[in-house]
């Protein structure tokens, strides 16, 4: 056993530490690599310092779950190689490149559980780039982990559960949220009753949120079309339209964001095969129901194979190392890997019921204007990218990239890739599914020139 | 007008740091964006046309929220716990 080099898992939420302890509990020491500087992904993240705060009043209702993975991943010191803040910047021939501690470094491995996890979903409305907006992701940041509200009198703008989740969690923080704007309507959340007999538990607490903030005086609007951001050097309110006039309110501070997207970048180094995914509307890295992908020692756990959210993702982490193991021909429990597939099903139906209820909005390719910004890195318009693709007749996403810059830029369209993709499709009448995707590059995010040297001759020695 | 509000860890040990030449003050726990953001309200200067930027998916993803230190040193603010000292420069436009 000893001569094999190690299991490398990358992310410590819910699917990286459940996949740690799983393999733990085979006897392999994995090596568990997370860019935060503690366990918990981005659901569970936690705070830099203690800061007064309760996990109750962090977490919520989630509060158990939270606190059971930070002490379970803790209990696993020892018996794991654990690298906080490090990069895994590119992934080659079997082995990683990690920037650690200031100095990148080559790891082997064997066997590869990628838990990278998703970031909101984005399309670009006039006035995003202003300070003051952030995704409704970062806003939690913000709050949970910081411990800083991001204004005095906050919009919450978009879809999704995390919309009333982030606004709930705000409000009870004793912050001023302003209003709440769904861009689905109304009618799409009698969906939700769908939910009831798979998850009673979970559509109450939507239900109880919902009602506690309508107690709380927040309004909150549904079928909100034509969102402008105002303001010039930062937030200064919202304008939406509502039943053929304009709407307007005053605000210092906006969460936006419609549902999440997953990251998928380190599974297309690894080499693995893509397919489109209509529920996600992405291309989503292939793998059957344990989370084998198509590059045989590879294997997909939680939101960035996927979005199905953090329940899923515990049970997906554990899933995917028990697969490893069996591949690995070593003892694993087949009974409990049929539970947990049994699981992940009743969570996908019910993610169909959510999907239903908080739809992605059908016209934003259609009605974005040429002058907003697409690309907040390039600083790409939506009237460039059109023009781009009738100019050169392009009708590929990589394509458009080479010609437009769009997604070109830092993030390597983590933000803008989804919309650049819709707006593809839309400009040249194709399914998004037939626009492409983005191909990942290392390094998958910025690091230091220096870093990258070092590691290339470390590589040449 | 600053961008963030704190609501906890107000009266955590002070962190003195220099922004743009100005000393100021963040708190024990702080990312470099909450101290900025706590007492600014942007964080940089976009590479082209120079709007003001200030983060916006606070989870290193975006790449919107990099600061650079006096000696040239580039970090991303979101994701770097401050430390005493630091001497951080923002709002520089690229040279075109």
């Known amino acids: 056993m000893s001569e094999r080099p190690q299991p490398l898992i990358v992310g410590a939420g819910p699917a990286g530490i459940r996949a740690a302890q799983a393999l733990v509990a085979a006897g392999l020491r994995p090596l568990v690599v997370d860019e935060a500087p503690a366990c918990g992904g981005q659901i569970y993240r936690q705070r830099l310092v203690p800061d007064g705060r309760s996990s109750r009043d962090l977490y919520g209702s989630e509060a158990v779950k939270a606190e059971a993975l930070h002490r379970d991943f803790a209990a696993l010191a020892g018996r794991l190689d654990y690298w906080p803040q490090s990069l895994l910047w590119n992934l080659r021939d079997g082995r990683a490149d990690i920037m650690a501690e200031g100095t990148s470094r080559q790891v082997a491995y064997d066997g590869l559980v990628l838990a990278t996890g998703a970031t909101d979903r984005i399309l670009p409305i006039p006035g995003w780039t202003l300070p003051g907006v952030f995704t409704l992701g970062g806003a939690q940041i913000a709050l949970k982990s910081q411990g800083c509200a991001i204004g005095n009198r906050i919009v919450f703008l978009g879809s999704g559960p995390l919309l009333y989740l982030v606004a709930w969690q705000h409000m009870k923080a004793g912050v001023a949220v302003a209003a709440v704007l769904d861009t689905a309507p109304f009618s799409a959340k009698f969906n939700l009753l769908r939910g009831l007999p798979l998850f009673p538990e979970i559509v109450l607490r939507g239900m109880r949120m919902t009602a506690e903030l309508r107690l709380a005086g927040v309004a909150l609007h549904y079928g909100v079309g034509d969102v402008r951001i105002l303001g010039e050097e930062r937030v200064e309110g919202i304008a939406w339209g509502a039943a053929g006039s304009e709407r307007r309110l005053p605000c210092d501070g906006i969460g936006y964001g419609l549902a999440l997207r997953s990251e998928t970048q380190l599974a297309d180094l690894a080499g693995c095969r893509f397919a489109f995914n209509a529920r996600d509307r992405a291309f989503l890295p292939e793998r059957d129901a344990a989370g084998r992908t198509s590059m045989p020692g590879v294997y997909l756990a939680g939101d960035g194979a996927g979005i199905a959210g953090a329940d899923a993702a515990e049970r997906a982490g554990e899933l995917a190392a028990l697969a490893l193991l069996e591949d690995r021909g070593l003892p694993h429990d087949a009974a409990r890997a049929q539970v947990l597939e049994a699981e992940l099903a009743r969570i996908g139906h019910f993610r169909e019921v959510l999907e239903s209820a908080f739809p992605f909005p059908p016209h934003w390719a259609t009605a974005v204007a040429d002058e907003t910004m697409l690309c907040r890195c390039e600083e790409v318009r939506a009237g460039e990218v059109r023009r781009a693709v009738a100019g050169f007749g392009v009708h590929e996403l990589n394509r458009l990239k080479a010609v437009s810059r769009v997604g070109m830029g830092r993030c390597q369209g983590r933000i803008c890739g989804a919309a650049a993709a819709e707006l593809l499709a839309h400009e040249t009448g194709r399914d998004l599914a037939a626009v492409g995707r983005l191909r990942s590059q290392a390094p998958v995010k910025p690091i230091p020139l220096t870093l990258a040297l070092d590691a290339h001759r470390e590589a040449a020695e | ?96």
């Open chain 2, 1 to 96: 007008m600053p961008l963030l509000h704190r609501i906890a860890r107000k009266d955590h040990r002070p962190i003195g740091f220099v922004l743009d030449g100005a000393p100021c003050e963040g708190r024990e726990g702080d990312t470099l964006l909450t101290a900025i953001l706590a007492q600014r309200e942007r964080l940089r200067a976009s590479d082209f046309s120079g709007e003001p930027r200030a983060g916006f998916c606070q989870m290193g993803a975006c790449q919107d929220c990099w600061v650079a230190l006096e000696n040239g040193e580039r970090l991303r603010a979101c994701s770097t716990a401050l430390v005493a000292g630091m001497r951080i420069v923002t709002g520089q436009r690229r040279a075109a």
